[in-house]
């Protein structure tokens, strides 16, 4: 290896004023381009020479000769500094658009909380507001930590997720109350019966989200079916909510969840609604620090 191992260290300023040096082939004309002395751009290239292990150009009286080895590097670095120009600014154009929008995280396991949520803006907001409202659907796990992470502006999701903000600094609020019900699939020995007491499901497994991933759905689960009189049995634990209403289109097992966001109800899936089930709704969430008149909107809109 001949040349310096702080190669990686010559900045783009050096590689542009080489560039242009073995295109003027003069220092005073590169340094009038750039507002520099010719004494700056000459000490510019004899450092590159140095790093480089290269000799650059043949000094001639007002006139710069690029080597064989100058021209090499001129053809190869000139389309990459136009790359990495060009990639910077498509990258601002980017970061222009996504700043201008105001991006919304969506319960995917659910059409009820999408419908609800879009068509009550459509009502209420602006055309302006909400062409700059950018929608995207997610598992409800995921959206808690991109709220955090400041990906989205605002999060719409189940009331209990709220519990995953305690002590973090995320605000929330409610935007419509419901209640908790049983879910169960055609082969469940009740389907097809009158319930009118949730301890009736006390004999049969429960499907449940994995305590690890959420913690506050067991606690939930679990403190409905003590009030009740008896510990959950559990068929089947998994990570996420497309997973858990997966498993319950096959019959794994008994589920409880928010009546009204899981729209699951169908000919193979019945919806039994019990008193004492505990509340439950569907929430606005926010990261204060990145709260602006926009999203103060989108927030007064989908909660008044």
Partial sequence: ???????????????????????L???????????????????TIS????????QL???????????????ELASDWTPLLEMILQSLEKAHTIQEGYASNIRIGLLDTTRTAASYTVSKLEEKASRDLLEKIVWERRDMH???????????????TWLQESS??????????????????????KSHPLFYEEIHSFSAF????????????????????????KAHG???????????????????????????????????????????ELEGLGDSGLIVAWNPDNKNPLTDKIIQLLTN
């Fill in 1 to 23: 290896m001949k040349y310096s191992n702080n190669v990686l260290n010559i900045s783009l300023q050096q590689i542009q004023i080489f560039l242009k040096c073995v295109h």
């Fill in 25 to 43: 082939k003069n220092y005073s004309r590169v340094a009038a381009e750039y507002n520099f002395t010719p004494s700056m751009v000459s000490k």
């Fill in 47 to 54: 450092s590159m020479e140095s790093t480089l292990g290269l």
């Fill in 57 to 71: 150009f043949i000094r001639k009286y007002h006139t710069l000769i690029p080597t064989p080895a100058a021209k």
């Fill in 142 to 156: 995921e959206l808690t930590g991109m709220i955090e992470d400041n990906y989205f502006d605002l999060i719409i």
């Fill in 164 to 185: 995953y903000f305690d002590n973090k600094n995320i605000f929330w609020k409610e935007i419509f109350h419901s209640n908790n019900a049983v879910f169960i699939h």
């Fill in 202 to 225: 006390k004999q049969y497994p429960f499907l449940t989200l994995s305590p690890a991933v959420y913690p506050h759905y067991y606690h939930l689960l679990e403190n409905v079916c």
């Fill in 230 to 272: 008896f510990t959950p049995l559990i068929s089947t634990s998994v990570s996420n909510t497309n997973s858990v209403h997966y498993n319950l289109t096959l019959g794994k097992g008994q589920l409880l969840a928010d009546g009204l966001i899981c729209d699951w109800e169908s000919s193979d899936i019945r919806k039994v």
